[in-house]
């Protein structure tokens, strides 16, 4: 009976050693298949793998024979991922700080299966690591999967809030606050992930980082829909919100005017999106027309470019820049 039901699986083996052992620059023969299967328990003939090869063709696998008819190799060919593909996930993996170093490892590994053993090898050996700070709080899938369920079914959440505060003795420690949200939306900004929600207590939208958040749970409480705190109606668009966001500060929505050296075209459409509206000021200048949340993290960015950019409107938007500008002065007058 074991050889009976290992025969059956023979076919799902043989795709997991083409999945593994193969790649365009590593073959496999008849004969070595054949062996393989042997070491999984199952008997087959070199006869029996090509028919075996072409039911796996059949079914959409793309296995592609190199060499002599009798002599060559077989690897597969288009798999779910491309490497380049495997590579960018492993790096945008690496590369987030919201994902504890454990996650971190583990998904990596889970990223690499996709490739073939030869490629996940080389390919773990090239990912760079920067070392940066990685998040400690090993609760992030479950929050992540709760809150996902909770905006699925519209309903809300409670959690305990952490923020990092100073001491009297100049230390850093810990500060916890309960919080009951309506959530709407994930989003992943600055190199950290977010939950947007609305607090009960008020009339507003909020974002909170998923990595501070802990103890969550999923309340059988309906949420308060998202149109009666915000200018959405009928679904919330997180890239808009995302987009009128700098640093994720809060703020007032309100037409902006920058002008800005040409030499900045590509900065401000990568920031701002490709249906800005531009206008040709000069030969060395346009303008840039957009709506954006006006607040403190804003005015810091306008800062960052110096006199590359300035501002046209609003006047909250100068008043505050202005501001900013005088109080670095006066810090080192």
Same mark, same amino acid.
């Given at each position: ?45 070199? !006869?029996?793998?090509?028919?075996? =090869? ?6 959409? @696998? ?5 060499? &002599? ?52 090898? =080389? ?18 899938? @479950? ?7 909770? =905006?699925? !079914? ?84 997180? &890239? ?18 920058? =002008? ?39 005015? &810091? ?29 006066? !810090? @080192?007058?």
């Amino acid at each position: 009976m074991a050889g009976v039901k290992n025969s059956k699986l023979k076919l799902l083996y043989l795709a997991e050693i083409f999945e593994k052992k193969t790649d365009e620059n590593h073959y496999i023969t008849a004969t070595q298949l054949c062996d393989e299967l042997e070491k999984m328990g199952i008997q087959a003939e070199r !006869k029996s793998i090509y028919k075996d =090869i072409d039911v796996l063709r059949e079914y959409g @696998y793309d296995i592609i024979h190199e060499g &002599a008819r009798n002599s060559g190799g077989y690897f597969l060919g288009a798999r779910k991922f491309e490497l380049a593909e495997i590579r960018l996930l492993a790096d945008a993996v690496q590369a987030a700080n919201f994902i504890s170093q454990k996650k971190t490892n583990q998904l990596l590994t889970k990223i690499e299966s996709f490739a073939s053993e030869k490629q996940a090898k =080389i390919l773990h050996s090239q990912v760079y690591v920067d070392n940066r700070p990685k998040c400690k709080n090993e609760e992030i899938y @479950y929050t992540i999967s709760l809150l996902d369920e909770a =905006i699925t !079914k519209g309903v809300k959440v409670s959690f305990t809030y952490t923020r990092r505060k100073i001491t009297d003795e100049f230390k850093t420690a810990n500060e916890e606050k309960t919080f009951t949200v309506s959530p709407y939306a994930l989003i992943w900004s600055e190199d950290h992930y977010y939950v947007v929600c609305n607090n009960e207590k008020y009339d507003n939208l909020m974002h909170l980082r998923i990595d501070r958040i802990k103890h969550l749970t999923v309340k059988n409480e309906k949420y308060r829909h998202f149109s009666e705190v915000s200018n959405y109606k009928n679904s919330f668009d997180s &890239a808009d919100y995302a987009s009128k966001l700098f640093n994720m500060y809060s703020g007032e929505q309100k037409p902006m005017e920058l =002008i800005c050296e040409n030499e900045l075209l590509e900065t401000m459409l990568d920031r701002f999106g490709e249906r800005v509206k531009v206008q040709k000021v000069d030969d060395n200048s346009f303008l840039l027309r957009t709506n954006a949340v006006v607040s403190d993290g804003l005015a &810091a960015w306008v800062l960052q470019f110096g006199g590359r950019v300035t501002v046209k409107m609003p006047k909250e938007l100068i008043r505050s820049v202005k501001e900013k500008a005088h109080d670095l002065l006066d !810090k @080192y007058e």
